[in-house]
């Protein structure tokens, strides 16, 4: 079989005996499937008992990329510089990404109510922490520790909402639907919570988009964790032991080439989230920060959801190296324009890759991992997006600082493209017969 054939899966990267034991679903030596339809979007909610959940993670996962951002203008409306406010978002993010991966693996334990429950409880008093510290001026490694322990502690939704999902619908084209709509929906907020953050951070009051972010995670968690059927979620991973047990999962190679396309993904949306915002700001458009963000996010689901009914490219692994070249060149080439007309419009071509993207990452996760680990798995999905972001927010707030948003925009192509082509030279790992 030639390497870049992969006629052993559906689309979704269904295991072979969970789709061997799903009567009417897609068998494992299928052809891989064009897409979810509106049809098993439609079965997908229709699923009993998880309208509650649904809705509930929903508040819970706006927030998930609103913190960073709103630390990012709250500290720089503080201090008046973005290369100190990157710093401090990076911090918040490089914590969330240490705490996805634990929280991740905790619900694979323990069950998302008992785990989520008692980080909640940790949660608030580190971010009623953040806000004294930046209201009393302290210096900035204060400031940048505890960002990190308030992403470090952020409730982890994502992987648990996912999961459910999981244990709720048999393998097949309805779970997929269930998982593309987790990933649209997961980087929808990652595009729109920074877009609600920059609209809060032109209020009167600095503080506004942490207020809300805190308060969305505790209404949402608090919502999520009461819900019916995930208070009888029951742990299904054995507890292990042993030498080298808890780097069982990062130990794939499948997995280790899905972390890396998302790391690569994250640097380059992590450089727009702050270059954007800093090209309204130079237009003497502060204001217009947000809303160019949330124009990013717009664009990107819209055709999300096309793309979900029709991917391209077909063979799963061969979407994550393409699409995210053509989205790295695509942000590279706003760098290029002149005015905030033509950055708009640049910006609208490039939000086109966001949602596939993370449509796929959703899809990775079922091909590369088993189910007893898909909370931890997911986990490393947001950890490494959320690296990349931290990592793309702090290159890009030196940047914007010293060279200008423009440069900050043309060099987030490069690592975006270096990655890529890493990953299209790693596209093997993520074959079924090199997972299984």
């Known amino acids: 079989m030639p390497r870049d054939e992969d006629p052993e899966t559906d689309a979704a990267g269904v295991h072979s005996g969970d789709a061997a034991g799903s009567a009417g679903h897609t068998s494992a030596l299928a052809p ?15 699923t009993r008992g998880m309208v509650w959940p649904v809705l509930a993670s929903l508040l819970a996962r706006l927030p998930i990329a609103m913190g960073s951002i709103s630390l990012l203008f709250y500290v720089q409306r503080t201090t008046g510089t973005f290369s100190d406010a990157g710093f401090v978002s990076g911090a918040a993010l490089f914590g969330l990404a240490v705490g996805s991966v634990s929280q991740g693996k905790l619900i694979d334990r323990f069950g998302p109510t008992r785990s989520l429950g008692t980080i909640l409880l940790v949660f608030l008093p580190i971010a009623a922490s953040v806000f004294i510290a ?16 308030f992403g470090l ?59 809300v972010t805190v308060s969305l995670f505790f209404v949402g968690t608090t919502l999520f964790i009461a819900a019916p059927v995930v208070r ?22 499948g997995v280790q080439t899905m972390i890396l396309l998302v790391f690569g993904f994250g640097i380059v949306i992590g450089f727009g989230e702050v270059a954007i915002p800093a090209a309204a700001i130079e237009a003497g458009y502060p204001a217009l920060g947000g809303v160019l963000l ?8 819209i055709f999300g959801i096309f793309y979900a009914a029709h991917p391209w490219p077909r063979a799963l692994h061969l979407r994550g ?69 931290g990592i793309g927010q702090a290159s890009s707030g030196q940047l914007v600082e010293t060279l200008g948003y423009e440069s900050a925009l043309l060099v987030a192509a490069v690592p975006g493209v270096l990655v890529a082509a890493l990953g299209w030279l790693r596209r093997g790992t993520l074959l079924r017969s090199a997972v299984d």
């Open 134 to 149: 930046i209201e009393a001026h302290a210096p900035l490694p204060v400031l940048i520790v505890a960002a990190f322990a």
């Open 32 to 46: 891989e499937q064009h897409g979810a339809s509106r049809a098993d979007y439609a079965a997908a909610f229709r």
């Open 232 to 253: 009888r979620w029951r742990p299904s991973r054995q507890v292990e032991s042993g030498s080298g047990k808890a780097t069982q999962l990062i130990r794939r190679p």
């Open 294 to 301: 949330g124009v990013w996010s717009i664009t990107s689901v």
């Open 321 to 389: 190296p393409v699409l995210l070249g053509a989205f790295a060149i695509l942000v590279g080439v706003m760098g290029l324009t002149h005015g905030l007309l033509w950055l708009t419009v640049a910006l609208l071509v490039s939000g086109l890759m966001i949602t596939p993207q993370a449509t796929l990452h959703s899809l990775l996760v079922d091909r590369v991992a088993p189910d007893r680990y898909s909370a931890e798995a997911f986990g490393w999905v947001t950890t490494a997006v959320t690296v990349g972001i």
């Open 153 to 211: 502690t952020q409730p982890a939704i994502s992987p648990a909402s996912r999961g459910l999902w999981g244990r709720m619908l048999p393998a097949g084209s309805v779970r997929e639907a269930a998982y593309t709509y987790e990933a649209i929906s997961l980087e929808t907020f990652f595009i729109l919570g920074p877009a609600l953050a920059g609209l809060l951070a032109t209020s009167a009051v600095p503080a506004a988009g942490l207020v």
